[in-house]
C-alpha cells in the first residue's frame, strides 16, 4: 500500500502561482512513477504530468505545457507540481496517484491515488 496525501491548493488569481505537493508513506516511493490528474465540476478526471522514478521521463498533458512543472524529492517522498500562468480553466479537485508504468497518461494504469486538493483560479 501506497498513502499520497496532497497539499498546497488554494484560491489564487489567474497569472498566479500554486506549488501543490504530494507527500507519500508506505511502500518504497522510489518503486513508483507518480502523477497529477484533475477533475473540474462536470467533467471527467484527466492526466495532467508524470515523472519517472528517477525523476527524469516526464509528460505533460498539451494544455499545461510550459506552465507546469512536476518534480520529486525521493529523500523527502515528496512529488510536486508547480503551477504558473494559471487560468480559470484549471481550477479542479488535483489528485497526485502513484503507478509502475513510466510515462503513463492513462489513470486506469495508477494504483494508489491521493484524495485530492482544491484549485480555485479567479479571473
Known amino acids: 500500500q501506497v498513502q499520497l496525501v496532497e497539499s498546497g491548493g488554494g484560491l489564487v488569481q489567474a497569472g498566479g502561482s500554486l506549488r501543490l505537493s504530494c507527500a507519500a508513506s508506505?511502500?518504497?516511493?522510489?518503486?513508483?512513477?507518480m502523477g497529477w490528474f484533475r477533475q473540474a465540476p462536470g467533467k471527467e478526471r484527466e492526466f495532467v504530468a508524470t515523472?519517472?522514478?528517477?525523476?527524469?521521463?516526464?509528460v505533460y498533458a498539451d494544455s499545461v505545457k510550459g506552465r507546469f512543472i512536476i518534480s520529486r524529492n525521493n529523500a523527502k517522498n515528496t512529488v510536486y507540481l508547480q503551477m504558473n500562468s494559471l487560468k480559470p480553466e484549471d481550477t479542479a479537485v488535483y489528485y497526485c496517484a502513484a503507478t509502475i508504468y513510466p510515462q503513463s497518461t492513462s489513470q486506469r494504469e495508477y494504483t494508489y491515488w491521493g484524495q485530492g486538493t482544491q484549485v480555485t483560479v479567479s479571473s
Open positions: 515523472i519517472g522514478w528517477s525523476g527524469g521521463s516526464t
Open positions: 508506505g511502500r518504497t516511493f522510489i518503486n513508483y512513477a
